[in-house]
């Protein structure tokens, strides 16, 4: 088949190469690194209201969350406020980072007594230089999680204007906080110091509220994007344009910048781009913050754009913006001609947006043209027996446990499957759909134990992805959200059938669906269901089907390659009815099968508008150019 798959690029080992780790919880990503830093103060003695100090509350929940790290993850702690009644310097690195030793973390931990001060700011300028440097050419997280039950009360350094000037100094570096038992100015400077460092408050008003909320921000370090490609630097004007082959690449773009590389181009082969910008989980964006990419052939020749947007302002997630340039069959046009092209990807954020530098990670690749004299098939614009109404597969789920990004993302055959997802992250997975077939897949969140007085909403999403990484809009017939606030939700969304010749349809719920492969599935939660969920982790379900016979090819008339397996077994025939026994590990489950197999229980609440649906730029494609 004519795969969309980029030729030559770069594989594992190349140079700059960042590939998968093995699932969370058993190995450490590449280059990512974790310290802890924990308020020692004279406070920190006080009773936490239920009998013990909260230092030894935060003792304990500091154990649990190294018990839940990966092995081997790079893990520090530093404290302050431990060793001196008074002074504005006492700050310490209890336990330098390296690769995790779970008793001597708690070791270190357990020798803490609240004694002194609060010098935050201090403490997270140390932090920083606590964490290893990124090797030559890797892109990790690395993360300082703060636990304090106050503000700094030494004024010099700030902690705000720290938190901020780390936050810009490169990519990679977030600043978590969790406030036990804070309000007012210090709950404020906690959120400010989060917000400018590129990462998430999170609220702790008990014992189990700590607990939970430290599991959710280490995890989120150690679940960490893999990033994939060999490193290259993007030029700020387009006559000084790096040349990219077919392969995939990594750099890294700042708010309001273009980045500008250059590609060769034949006159009768269809040219596949993609830009994933991959900012700091729950880091602040605004609805219209944006990625943008575009093909010129020259200054006055614009063949295609593209344009995503957040469309929420809950925080960030992973952004992708993918074009094509598809040869009109005459290729009588300006973009239909062989030359140098100039790809420019551009990033766009609104004052208060996230302003560090987001990792990059581009794809470019070839699909050759047919054999000549070979007809192909009609194309597919409907979406026929794969809407919204189709049947799709029931019974236990087997547990999956989704990737970090496209590198790394889990397959799932026909089935039934479920998941955990923490507020914040992007769960990621692939299923193969060959010539002639299509996805078809329903996301379900579970129905889950609510904090106390939880009154906030959040969202479920999903985004499908075309092997050539375009995102697939539901056009109107699927929604690619849904309202989440504990109870059951649940998201549908699929894609036309695949087609060659659908790249010349002008829908861009049809124009990518053009060749066979790995479709990709995100799955997101919104970073405020964190002050909704009881459990550290929310249950997800995803109900999947590639409907139709894969056909041995392209061509008209392709024969099938064999009988589709039915509804209800995954593509190597198991049922998905023996599900897997080791639990569910915190996430809730209740009533979500019986909710959602039938149609999901959506939540509406009146008066709110929820869009986060994707909007696009109209794309321009060579079919329109000059």
């Not at 190469?17 to 003695?45: C, F, N, R, Y």
């Not at 700094?152 to 936050?167: H, Y």
């Not at 959200?481 to 969304?493: E, Q």
Request: with cysteine; proline share 7%; charged share 25%.
């Amino acid at each position: 088949m004519a795969g969309a798959l980029p030729t030559g690029a770069a594989g594992p080992g190349a140079h700059g190469d960042h590939g998968a780790a093995a699932e969370p919880g058993t190995a450490a990503p590449d280059d990512s690194s974790l310290v802890m830093v924990l308020d020692s103060s004279g406070s920190m003695a006080d009773d936490d209201g239920t009998g013990r100090t909260r230092m030894e509350t935060a003792r304990e929940a500091v154990g649990t969350v190294v018990d839940g790290l990966p092995d081997h993850y790079p893990t520090g702690l530093r404290v302050y406020g431990a060793d001196r009644s008074r002074g504005c310097t006492d700050t310490r690195l209890s336990r330098p980072v390296q690769p995790l030793d779970r008793a001597a973390v708690k070791q270190a931990v357990a020798g803490v007594r609240p004694r002194g001060d609060t010098p935050i700011g201090l403490s997270l300028q140390k932090a920083a230089d606590d964490l290893p440097g990124p090797a030559d050419g890797a892109m990790g997280t690395r993360t300082i999680l703060l636990i304090s039950d106050g503000e700094d009360n030494c004024g010099t350094p700030r902690p705000c204007e720290v938190a901020e000037q780390l936050g810009k100094g490169g990519a990679g570096l977030r600043i978590d906080t969790v406030g036990f038992q804070v309000k007012g100015r210090a709950r404020e400077q906690l959120e400010c110091i989060a917000a400018a460092g590129n990462g998430r408050y999170y609220d702790a008003p008990d014992a189990k509220a700590l607990a939970r909320q430290l599991q959710r921000a280490s995890q989120l370090s150690a679940d960490g994007y893999r990033f994939r490609g060999k490193r290259i630097e993007g030029a700020a004007t387009g006559d000084r344009a790096p040349l990219l082959a077919p392969g995939q690449y990594l750099d890294t773009i700042g708010p309001g910048e273009k980045r500008y590389y250059a590609v060769d181009l034949d006159a009768v082969s269809t040219a596949d781009f993609s830009a994933t910008a991959v900012p700091q989980p729950g880091a602040a964006v605004d609805t219209f913050d944006a990625l943008r990419t575009g093909l010129e052939y020259s200054t006055d020749s614009s063949c295609a754009t593209n344009t995503e947007h957040f469309s929420q302002q809950e925080g960030a997630t992973p952004l992708t913006s993918a074009l094509a340039r598809i040869p009109a069959p005459e290729g009588t046009r300006v973009c239909d001609r062989a030359g140098r092209y100039r790809l420019v990807v551009e990033r766009e954020s609104r004052k208060g947006s996230d302003a560090a530098r987001w990792p990059l990670e581009l794809v470019h690749g070839v699909e050759a043209p047919l054999k000549k004299g070979v007809t192909p098939a009609a194309s597919e614009p409907e979406y026929g027996v794969g809407g919204r109404s189709a049947a799709l597969p029931s019974g236990d789920p087997r547990d999956a446990r989704g990737g970090t990004g496209f590198n790394d993302a889990k397959e799932l055959g026909r089935g039934v499957w479920r998941d955990r997802i923490l507020p914040s992250q992007t769960l990621w997975y692939k299923v193969p759909v060959g010539w002639g077939q299509q996805v078809r897949y329903d996301v379900e969140f579970a129905n889950e134990p609510t904090v106390e007085l939880a009154s906030s909403y959040s969202y479920g999403a999903t985004q499908l992805f075309t092997p050539g990484r375009f995102p697939v809009g539901g056009g109107g017939e699927f929604t690619s959200t849904a309202v989440y606030s504990g109870r059951p939700a649940a998201i549908r969304m699929g894609s036309v059938p695949v087609s060659w010749t659908n790249r010349y349809e002008y829908r861009p719920t049809v124009q990518p669906v053009h060749t066979g492969g790995e479709f990709y599935i995100s799955v997101t939660l919104g970073a405020r269901a964190a002050e909704i969920a009881e459990n550290p982790q929310i249950g997800v379900v995803l109900r999947v089907s590639v409907l139709g016979d894969e056909r041995a090819g392209p061509e008209h008339g392709a024969p099938a390659l064999g009988k589709k397996t039915g509804d209800g077994a995954d593509k190597r025939g198991n049922s998905p009815s023996a599900a897997d026994s080791d639990g569910t590990r915190g996430a809730g489950w209740t009533g979500i099968a019986a909710a959602a197999g039938a149609g999901a229980v959506v939540v509406v609440i009146a008066g709110l508008v929820f869009v986060r649906s994707r909007r696009r730029v109209a794309t321009q494609t060579t079919r329109g150019s000059a």
